[in-house]
């Protein structure tokens, strides 16, 4: 039911929780994994975006799944984080998004991350608090 599973990551505590749903899902279907870390424009130099700290936080994500046995790509893009997470699951045809709703944005519930994820996304998106 679920042959791609999109998985978009930042650099926040809730992260590998919701990786643990992920792997879940992934297992139980099946699934091939698509790890995704969007930087916004304005977070590239700033002190938002620490390169260092995101590629130890995919490498582990990745790691983890391939651990358990889930093939998984990493992809890595640059952008406004709702816009490109739709545009690479309909580029990939992701048959499901599993994110968090806590990180990607810290705004509120109205101009969340997750809550436009919803409105743009191509397919179904799993929400994990």
């Given at each position: 039911?679920?042959d791609t599973?999109?998985f978009?990551?930042d650099?926040s505590?809730?992260?590998?929780?919701t990786?643990a749903v992920?792997l879940k899902?992934?297992?139980?279907?099946?699934?091939?994994?698509v790890i995704?870390?969007?930087?916004e424009?304005?977070?590239?130099?700033?002190?938002m975006?620490?390169p260092?700290?995101?590629?130890q936080?995919?490498?582990q994500?990745?790691?983890?799944f391939e651990?358990?046995?889930?093939?998984c790509d990493?992809?890595?893009r640059e952008?406004?984080?709702?816009?490109?997470?739709?545009?690479v699951a309909?580029e990939?045809?992701a048959?499901v998004i599993?994110?968090?709703?806590r990180?990607?944005?810290l705004?509120?519930?109205?101009?969340?991350t997750?809550?436009r994820?919803?409105?743009?996304?191509p397919?179904p998106?799993?929400?994990v608090?």
């Amino acid at each position: 039911m679920f042959d791609t599973v999109l998985f978009p990551v930042d650099n926040s505590r809730q992260t590998l929780d919701t990786a643990a749903v992920a792997l879940k899902l992934a297992q139980r279907h099946g699934s091939r994994l698509v790890i995704l870390s969007v930087v916004e424009a304005e977070e590239v130099g700033g002190a938002m975006h620490d390169p260092v700290a995101v590629a130890q936080l995919l490498e582990q994500v990745r790691s983890s799944f391939e651990q358990a046995g889930i093939s998984c790509d990493v992809l890595e893009r640059e952008g406004k984080p709702a816009f490109v997470i739709g545009d690479v699951a309909d580029e990939i045809n992701a048959d499901v998004i599993v994110m968090g709703t806590r990180g990607l944005a810290l705004e509120d519930d109205e101009h969340s991350t997750a809550a436009r994820v919803i409105q743009l996304a191509p397919c179904p998106v799993l929400v994990v608090p």
